[in-house]
């Protein structure tokens, strides 16, 4: 299978607290991004880190990526209860081009205030 | 902030009935995409288009499935003969050439086949 799997798939954290997912792939990837989706909503986009970066970083967003381990990881500093979501990996298989993205299973996260 | 939009929100259909979904892509964007996701599973691609024509799909998008970009601003998704599998959320996703890669999604449509 060319999906990512998210580890873990559930957290639940103090607000103020970091929350880490990971994520793994297993085909050559051209790049790698992070969803968010609130419960019966829509995916927004929450950073995108090429095949040849190994870190990134958007406001309270770091996203590391091994593609050596075919692995990565989002890290939320300083969460919020706003952060209480599912968080999606998404790579673009290189063998795909960069039509689609081969999304995981997603990781709920819930801020407890 | 210019976003994807989706009618409807929900859609009830019964086995082997016909159902369009439509989705207004963001204005300036050229690549749009469809994907589905059954409740509990994972988010699953299934076409890709541009320049009016497919560009991509899944083995998912047989041929019961259509796309078509009527006019300048809507991108509808039909699904002929539907099956009771066919019920998920199914979203549309759209794209700008300088950065096809991030692609911006709707809402979704809910659509339950019975």
């Known amino acids: 299978s060319q999906q990512g799997e998210e580890d873990p798939q559930a957290l639940s954290i103090q607000e103020g607290e970091n929350a880490t997912m990971n994520c793994s792939y297993k085909t050559s990837i051209n790049n790698l991004q992070w969803y968010r989706q609130n419960s019966g909503r829509g995916l927004v986009h929450l950073i995108l880190i090429r095949s040849n970066e190994r870190e990134k970083h958007s406001g309270r967003l770091r996203v590391t990526l091994d593609t050596s381990k075919k692995s990565s990881s989002l890290l939320i500093t300083a969460s919020r209860a706003a952060d209480t979501a599912s968080y999606f990996c998404?790579?673009?298989?290189?063998?795909?081009?960069?039509?689609?993205?081969?999304f995981g299973k997603g990781n709920q996260v819930v801020v407890i205030p | 902030e210019p976003e994807v939009t989706q009618t409807p929100s929900h859609q009830v259909t019964q086995m082997g009935q016909e159902v369009i979904l439509r989705c207004v892509p963001i204005?300036?964007?050229?690549?749009f995409y469809w994907y589905r996701q059954i409740l509990g599973q994972k988010v699953e691609f299934l076409v890709s288009f541009y320049n009016n024509e497919i560009s991509e799909k899944s083995e998912i998008f047989d041929d019961r499935f259509s796309v078509e970009r009527p006019d300048g601003s809507n991108f509808t998704l039909k699904i002929r003969s539907t099956k009771l599998e066919d019920s998920a959320m199914y979203f549309c996703a759209s794209s700008v050439p300088r950065d096809k890669e991030t692609q911006y999604f709707g809402p979704g449509t809910r659509l339950l086949v019975l």
């Open positions: 204005s300036n964007h050229l690549y």
């Open positions: 998404a790579h673009s298989p290189v063998s795909y081009g960069n039509n689609r993205l081969a």
